[in-house]
């Protein structure tokens, strides 16, 4: 089974800190992808990955930058973080190509005080 | 901006009731329409995926209803069951950019009660 591993369920942090959300993948997929979830706005792409040090903007990236140093790893930095980025954060990866199946870890809450 | 519009927001059925999701989407610029059910606390997972030439896709209970022409896509339920309570995305894939993205709907919050 793909396994989607995300460094922490919950993080509380203070407006103005520097966040870093941890996104592994075990199963050598080349795409990475950031989500955040809020209610009645659904799944919105923060930013994705096709390759190591490769990214594309998504639908929000203001606020937020990536990194991927290495192929299973990919991280999400809040430069400095603010309450409107309080926010359940998904990571999720696929297969390179035209896969439409993207595998989920399980979230970090992230709250912003 | 491409979008999927999704409804209802939430979503209450009886045991044994069927559960209707309805999506529309704004172009003709989507080659792949998939659904995704995510169980709190977990994240999203693939359901089920249509394919805008076929007109219905069914997977045990559940079935995915496509109209081409009007441009809206269901999910069924049939004989909705407790353990289908979860959020439902459903997610179309744009024809460029490599299929390597999905945009998906805002979700609909299902709740099987018995």
């Known amino acids: 089974d793909v396994k989607v591993t995300q460094s922490s369920r919950y993080l509380v942090k203070r407006t103005g800190e520097k966040v870093f959300l941890e996104c592994v993948q075990d199963?050598?997929?080349?795409?990475m992808f950031w989500y955040r979830q809020d209610p009645g706005l659904g799944l919105r792409l923060i930013y994705f990955?096709?390759?190591?040090?490769?990214?594309e903007k998504g639908d929000i990236p203001e606020g937020y930058s990536v990194s991927r140093e290495k192929k299973e790893r990919f991280s999400l930095i809040l430069e400095s973080a603010s309450t409107n980025q309080t926010s359940m954060y998904l990571c999720?990866?696929?297969?390179?190509?035209?896969?439409?199946?993207?595998?989920f870890g399980p979230g970090t809450r992230l709250t912003v005080t | 901006q491409q979008q999927v519009k999704q409804s209802p927001q939430s979503l209450i059925v009886q045991k044994g009731g069927i559960s209707i999701i309805n999506c529309a989407y704004e172009n003709t610029a989507f080659d792949y329409f998939p659904w995704y059910q995510q169980f709190p606390g977990k994240g999203p997972a693939l359901l089920i995926a249509i394919r805008p030439d076929v007109s219905e896709k069914k997977e045990g209970r559940f079935t995915i209803s496509f109209n081409k022409s009007a441009k809206q896509f269901s999910l069924h339920i049939m004989d909705s069951q407790p353990g289908d309570s979860a959020t439902y995305f459903c997610a179309a894939r744009p024809v460029t950019g490599g299929g390597n993205k999905l945009t998906f709907g805002t979700g609909t919050q299902l709740k099987v009660e018995l």
């Open positions: 990955s096709y390759d190591v040090k490769m990214k």
């Open positions: 199963m050598d997929h080349e795409n």
């Open positions: 999720a990866s696929k297969v390179g190509g035209r896969s439409y199946e993207q595998y």
